[in-house]
């Protein structure tokens, strides 16, 4: 590949570490411009975004008649998550089930902010446990295959878990933190590729684990796109895009109601994507999912660019917490500190070494693109 001549957005901070970036004769890139010719102008969180959610939690109430509960969130401990969960019981009057997946990698935050939750609100929580040994194996191999995207692991086992649950049990509603307030620039496929292509996943784990998994759970993205959709009737549902959702006033409201607990940075509740994406990607790949998230901030007028740019121009997290956290997670996976090291020092590869669907998800893409039910940019 030609290396580009460096340069940055003038109206967000994604730059040219997306290798496919573009720019127009203002100096705004492609996001920017998707951001207000494609997102701004269907996203509704006004009266009209009320209604409509309103409209589907009737739906939602009326279809859970006589059942123990009417839908079902995936909680991670995170702020989308825990203010989804908050909206449904205390401000939509739902019964959602809460879904947990423990794939062995979480902060003592994420524990601590999953059981205010569940006791301030009164739910229930149903927790899927992950076989460690199935899951560190299919680490290893990800890790061993010098990709970016080593969470690939942990966000299938995320959603694979969610889904396959409520499709097992008949649960026809899922709701999601998904939403275009934080993530309206969505991180390029080669910082993090696509967690839902069981074929790559398969393909790694065939060349570099070394025990079947047994019980890791398992969907492609056409299973839960399609099949569970059209065939078992499960939808999915993003509040957060039909209400005000402004992410540091979401945050301190459930500070406030639960004694929640704030992370450093999106997604931080995990202590291994807490190292994957504050170390792996900026360390060994350039990659740095922080412009992706300060950028959406920038656009939805959380944050100022000069304010992103000087946070961007730190590291994530301190040199001590990072020694800290590489000696937790060789130690986790029963690696040395020199062993892992030896593999941050590989070779780096991309999704493309290995097998995959890409050509299958981009139709998919391009169908649901045109349909209007998918906006942001994704590449």
């Known amino acids: 590949m030609i290396k580009r001549t460096y340069a940055i957005c003038a109206n967000c901070i994604m730059d040219t570490s997306d290798s496919n970036i573009t720019f127009d004769s203002r100096g705004w890139c492609d996001y920017c411009n998707n951001y207000h010719s494609n997102i701004l102008p ?3 969180t006004d009266q009209r975004g009320e209604r409509e959610i309103m409209d589907k939690v009737a739906q939602i109430k009326r279809d859970g008649i006589g059942k123990s509960h009417d839908c079902i969130i995936g909680l991670s401990g995170g702020v989308d998550s825990s203010y989804v969960t908050y909206l449904a019981k205390a401000k939509f009057g739902l019964r959602p089930l809460l879904f947990h997946v423990d794939a062995g990698w979480n902060s003592q935050q994420a524990v601590n902010n999953i059981e205010k939750l569940v006791d301030g609100l009164g739910l229930d929580l149903h ?9 560190k194996d299919l680490q290893l191999a990800f890790f061993k295959a010098q990709v970016p ?16 649950f409520a499709a097992k049990n008949g649960v026809k509603y899922i709701l999601t933190g998904a939403n275009y307030s934080t993530e309206c620039v969505r991180e390029p496929l080669e910082w993090h590729y696509h967690a839902s292509d069981l074929r790559q996943l398969k393909d790694i784990h065939a060349k570099f684990g070394t025990r ?14 399609l099949y569970y959709r ?3 009737g499960v939808r999915v549902v993003k509040p957060l895009n039909c209400v005000p959702f402004h992410k540091e006033q979401a ?3 459930l500070v406030d109601k639960f004694g929640w607990q704030k992370y450093a ?14 170390y792996w990607l900026p360390k060994k790949f350039g990659y740095d999912k922080r412009r992706a998230h300060f950028s959406s901030l920038i656009l939805t007028g959380q944050m100022s660019r000069d304010e992103a740019l000087e946070r961007i121009a730190k590291p994530a997290y301190d040199p001590e917490t990072v020694a800290q956290d590489f000696e937790y997670i060789a130690t986790k996976l029963d690696l040395t500190v020199p062993e892992l090291q030896q593999l941050m020092d590989g070779p780096n590869k991309s999704y493309r070494d290995y097998r995959h669907a890409m050509s299958l998800i981009e139709l998919g893409t391009r169908a649901l693109r045109a349909v ?5 940019i994704i590449r």
């Open 230 to 232: 059209f065939v078992k």
């Open 212 to 225: 079947p998994l047994k019980t890791f759970p398992m969907a492609d993205i056409f299973t839960y796109k």
């Open 265 to 278: 940075h999106k997604h931080y509740e995990s202590r291994f994507t807490r190292f994957y994406e504050g």
């Open 372 to 376: 209007g039910v998918q906006r942001a």
């Open 127 to 135: 927790t899927e446990v992950i076989n460690w040994e199935e899951m």
């Open 251 to 253: 945050m301190q409201e």
């Open 149 to 164: 995207h080593l969470d690939t692991p942990q966000d299938h086992a995320f959603f694979a878990g969610l889904y396959n």
């Open 42 to 44: 269907h996203w509704h």
